[in-house]
T-cell receptor, first 114, second 113 residues
Framework: AQSVTQLGSHVSVSEGALVLLRCNYS??????LFWYVQYPNQGLQLLLK??????LVKGINGFEAEFKKSETSFHLTKPSAHMSDAAEYFC????????????FGTGTKLQVIP | SQTIHQWPATLVQPVGSPLSLECTVEGTSNPNLYWYRQAAGRGLQLLFYSVGIGQISSEVPQNLSASRPQDRQFILSSKKLLLSDSGFYLC????????????FGQGTRLTVV
């Protein structure tokens, strides 16, 4: 079984401030981890993913995330928030074997304050 | 390249009416297919998934059903809609046996009135 927990359904940051969105996962096998972004009334767009190899992964729009196995975490960060970053962000996990169902967290809405 | 089409984009239906949402994938074969529902404040709830034609697994009991009549076609249906069926429905696909992400359609906003 696998699960994802996103701490904080709403996060507010000032423009130019650090963005930190938290994600913890549970998986009985080595996981593949993803972050998606969703703008209103649109589908989900992949920001970045971790499969194997380097634990610090860089994605689009200046975002990055670090896979920490010991902490079962995959937090999303961006050094400087931009107004266009305001959206909902979802963390997801997919087991590396078997059926490979994708399980999502409940999402975090990011508000960027000018 | 692979693409996923989902329609309609928006739908307003009366309580008790039937529902049919369609999703098709192009550019790949034998994908895993998924239907998710996104209700306000509740994140993404997996409704159904399919690993092949005619194979449907339901994640939660509900008023909806799914079918996969062709390899790259996934249909979400209901015989009689309830108010609680309102939400944003997303179709997605993944490749079997690969470490890839899920690819999403643009979603359908369903409002049951």
């Amino acid at each position: 079984a696998q699960s994802v927990t996103q701490l904080g359904s709403h996060v507010s940051v000032s423009e130019g401030a650090l963005v930190l969105l938290r994600c913890n996962y549970s998986s009985s096998v080595p996981p593949y981890l993803f972050w998606y972004v969703q703008y209103p009334n649109q589908g989900l767009q992949l920001l970045l993913k971790y499969t194997t190899g380097a634990t610090l992964v860089k994605g689009i729009n200046g975002f990055e995330a670090e896979f920490k196995k010991s902490e079962t975490s995959f937090h999303l960060t961006k050094p400087s928030a931009h107004m266009s970053d305001a959206a909902e962000y979802f963390c997801a996990v997919r087991a590396s074997g078997g059926y490979q169902k994708v399980t999502f967290g409940t999402g975090t809405k990011l508000q960027v304050i000018p | 390249s692979q693409t996923i089409h989902q329609w309609p984009a928006t739908l307003v239906q009366p309580v008790g009416s039937p529902l049919s949402l369609e999703c098709t994938v192009e550019g790949t074969s034998n994908p895993n297919l998924y239907w998710y529902r996104q209700a306000a404040g509740r994140g993404l709830q997996l409704l159904f998934y399919s690993v092949g034609i005619g194979q449907i697994s339901s994640e939660v009991p509900q008023n909806l059903s799914a079918s996969r009549p062709q390899d790259r076609q996934f249909i979400l249906s209901s015989k009689k809609l309830l108010l609680s069926d309102s939400g944003f429905y997303l179709c997605a696909w993944t490749l079997i046996g690969a470490n890839t992400e899920a690819f999403f359609g643009q979603g359908t906003r369903l409002t049951v009135v």
